[in-house]
């Protein structure tokens, strides 16, 4: 097995069509939604597209509510392509409805419906008479026939419990459905977490799609001792005839990340997970050989490089808004991002507008120049490594002076906890005096198992001299509250009145 991209890009779902995968991954609360990257080898990803640039605009998509959406909006899509067409259905876990793009480019645009019901990491499959189903659930696996234009449960359809896990003997029941037809049987793919093991990947299997299914776990394997499993996703076959599953890892603070997973099927049918070389440590240097579809985009340029997944590019898909954002209020304009607060807050989680990208690798930097000097009293303007456990670097105003502060917020309650609201100022560690709020502000990520925390630094002259460190390195968590991995975040936010603006330019992503 094989990290293929060390970023955070859970609940994958991947297809193949003629030279090219595409696969989906899950973006929660932020938007643009539902991310779609593209891949001539499975190993080497670029973007392709986001499904919508905003899905329902709630109180909570766009934080009016200020609390959110975190660790909700939409999960686990299910992609496919059925006759001549990209189908995208996922369910969000905010509006509790189950949402169905299609297009005849994965580029888009995407025609947007609904499918009535709510079908938790729901996978969508025609089979080869037509029908079409939709398998979903936790702990009990569903099977539930569709009406052929997919707008809901069919009339005297199938609908049937299909698997059921023992509620008893799991911290974590069956779910993560991705159902597939492989010479004339059908294998559901799940996640789960037995008491007393890491995350797993399980495999049931059928020969006929209402069952009965047998089946269990076909893969318990770290990666890189995380502890911590490698599971839930989907399964491609390559045009030679090899197959693979990208599944993900929980990666600590970084997130989850996708790795590539050779699968092959033995006498019986049955899929069965080739064991790393004895020995052979490091996401690097596990054997998984993979072959390039060779598209004529490759054939006609043999030096063709893919788009990296980061960019200092204000304009890039690198980039998403925490939540919805008012662009009434943001302006993006010779790549220089502008920020202008239209409500008081206490944090930064019910700021809108903030501009967010991905950590890379576990050990990364991201710096930016900010114009603080149209902040107002009590606003705070900087960078944030954004998850349920954060930290940033920003400038405040109090007095009629600016002051250059480090600042971290610590959860109260369990890492796995969902549903909580962030509703305390962040906790200031320290503070030094500012004669010139413009200023460069730099985070640099050490996200290694034994660290997991990022460095605060900044410039007092952008551009000029060595970085500062403002505080120790603040400790970063993966906690559900957010549900996402930590990410670089440009914010403005005021707690006393509206109004105040801030200005970022100069974004410099770099790899330690």
């Known amino acids: 097995m094989k990290a293929i991209i060390v970023s955070d890009y859970p609940d994958p779902d991947v297809i193949r069509v003629g030279d090219v995968y595409y696969m989906a991954s899950t973006t929660m609360?932020?938007?643009?939604?539902?991310?779609?990257?593209?891949?001539?080898?499975?190993?080497?990803?670029?973007?392709?597209?986001?499904?919508?640039?905003?899905?329902?605009?709630?109180?909570?998509?766009?934080?009016?509510?200020?609390?959110?959406?975190?660790?909700?909006?939409?999960?686990a899509a299910s992609l496919n392509f059925h006759d001549d067409k990209f189908y995208v259905s996922f369910v969000a876990n905010d509006t509790h409805k189950t949402y169905l793009f299609t297009s005849d480019k994965i580029e888009g645009p995407w025609k947007r419906s609904e499918i009535k019901g709510f079908y938790h990491d729901m996978s969508l499959f025609w089979d080869d008479d037509g029908r079409v189903y939709v398998v979903h659930?936790?702990?009990?696996?569903?099977?539930?026939?569709?009406?052929?234009?997919?707008?809901?449960?069919?009339?005297?359809?199938?609908?049937?419990?299909?698997?059921?896990?023992?509620?008893?003997?799991?911290?974590?029941?069956?779910?993560?459905?991705?159902?597939?037809?492989?010479?004339?049987?059908?294998?559901?793919?799940?996640i789960h977490m037995p008491k007393g093991k890491m995350r797993s990947q399980g495999c049931y299997v059928a020969d006929n799609i209402e069952g009965p299914w047998t089946g269990g776990d076909v893969l318990c394997s770290d990666l890189d001792n995380w502890n911590s499993g490698v599971a839930q996703g989907g399964i491609v076959q390559d045009k030679q005839g090899k197959w693979f599953g990208i599944l993900f890892q929980d990666h600590g603070a970084l997130g989850r990340i996708p790795v590539l997973v050779p699968v092959e099927f033995n006498s019986a049918g049955v899929p069965v997970v080739p064991e790393p070389v004895e020995g052979v440590e490091g996401p690097s240097k596990r054997g998984v050989s993979t072959s390039s579809t060779t598209p004529k985009i490759l054939d006609n340029n043999p030096g063709y490089k893919y788009a990296p997944?980061?960019?200092n590019d204000f304009t890039n898909p690198a980039w998403q808004w925490n939540h919805i954002p008012d662009k009434s209020f943001c302006t993006l304009q010779d790549n220089?991002?502008?920020?202008?607060?239209?409500?008081?807050?206490?944090?930064i989680t019910q700021a809108v507008n903030t501009y967010t990208q991905r950590t890379l690798t576990e050990n990364c930097a991201g710096s930016v120049v900010l114009d603080a000097s149209q902040i107002n009293e009590g606003d705070f303007?900087?960078?944030?490594?954004?998850?349920?456990?954060?930290?940033?670097?920003?400038?405040?105003?109090?007095?009629?002076?600016?002051?250059?502060?480090?600042?971290?917020?610590?959860?109260?309650?369990?890492?796995?906890?969902?549903?909580?609201?962030?509703?305390?100022?962040p906790d200031i560690k320290a503070e030094i005096p500012l004669e010139n709020p413009k200023i460069e502000l730099k985070l640099v990520f050490d996200l290694t198992r034994e660290k997991q925390q990022v460095q605060l630094q900044y410039k007092n002259n952008p551009g000029v001299g060595e970085y500062q460190t403002l505080f120790t390195p603040v400790q970063l968590r993966y906690t559900l509250d957010q549900f996402v991995g930590v990410r670089f975040a440009l914010f403005c936010y005021s707690t006393k009145q509206t109004g105040g603006k801030a200005q970022f330019t100069d974004f410099n992503y770099s790899f330690l």
Not at 32 to 37: A, E, F, S, Y
Not at 146 to 157: Q, V
Not at 398 to 415: F, I, M, N, Q, W
Request: a negative charge; charged letters at 25%.
């Open 29 to 75: 609360h932020f938007m643009p939604g539902c991310v779609i990257l593209r891949s001539y080898n499975l190993v080497d990803w670029e973007f392709a597209s986001y499904v919508y640039d905003k899905l329902e605009e709630t109180d909570g998509q766009t934080l009016k509510d200020n609390k959110g959406i975190y660790g909700k909006g939409m999960w």
């Open 137 to 190: 659930g936790n702990t009990e696996i569903h099977l539930t026939e569709l009406e052929a234009d997919l707008s809901g449960p069919k009339k005297g359809g199938v609908d049937k419990v299909m698997i059921c896990d023992d509620r008893e003997k799991v911290i974590l029941g069956y779910e993560g459905s991705h159902l597939y037809k492989i010479n004339g049987r059908y294998y559901n793919f799940m």
């Open 309 to 311: 997944l980061w960019s």
């Open 336 to 347: 220089c991002y502008t920020i202008t607060t239209n409500k008081t807050v206490v944090n």
């Open 381 to 425: 303007a900087g960078l944030a490594a954004l998850e349920g456990e954060y930290g940033f670097i920003a400038v405040t105003k109090r007095d009629g002076k600016y002051y250059l502060v480090a600042a971290e917020h610590k959860t109260k309650y369990t890492p796995w906890a969902m549903g909580v609201f962030d509703t305390d100022p």
